[in-house]
């Protein structure tokens, strides 16, 4: 079961309200896709369903199917936008598991060979950065 009930007022239920501002690659009717604040590589994506679930743990299995088909699509776009060798997929589920935002999300993550990922939640990128990072995403979409 789940460990505790969703709050509609955190930070990604604000963001797809339109009240806090995102870097959007991508939206459809059922989720939106936008630029991490916080990478851990350039490139960072956070797929996000519309519908409210808490994470994994809670959610609808319809909304997973197309929330994953959002990512497999999103991380297409990062490998090639940043000329990635691989992409890390991964989403965490309460706090002991990581979770610090509880609205469900993945993270899309392009990879290079002998490049270290940056520490989750580190530091906050440039906005010019993330515009630009989005902008080479939505080329590859
Ligand atoms: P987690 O819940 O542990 O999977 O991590 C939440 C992620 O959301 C972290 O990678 C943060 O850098 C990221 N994050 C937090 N606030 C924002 C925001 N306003 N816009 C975009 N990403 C955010």
Redesign the pocket.
Known sequence: MTSGAYDDNN?FAK?LRGK?P?HRVFENEHVVA?????PQAPGHV?VVPKAASRNLLDADPAVLAQTIAVVQKIANAVKEAFDADGVFVCQ?NEPAA????FHL?F?VIPRHEGTALKP??GKMEDNAVLAANAEKIKAEL
């Open positions: 930070i963001i806090i995102s936008f630029m991490d604040v916080m956070l965490f990581g979770q610090t935002v999300h993270h989750h939640s």
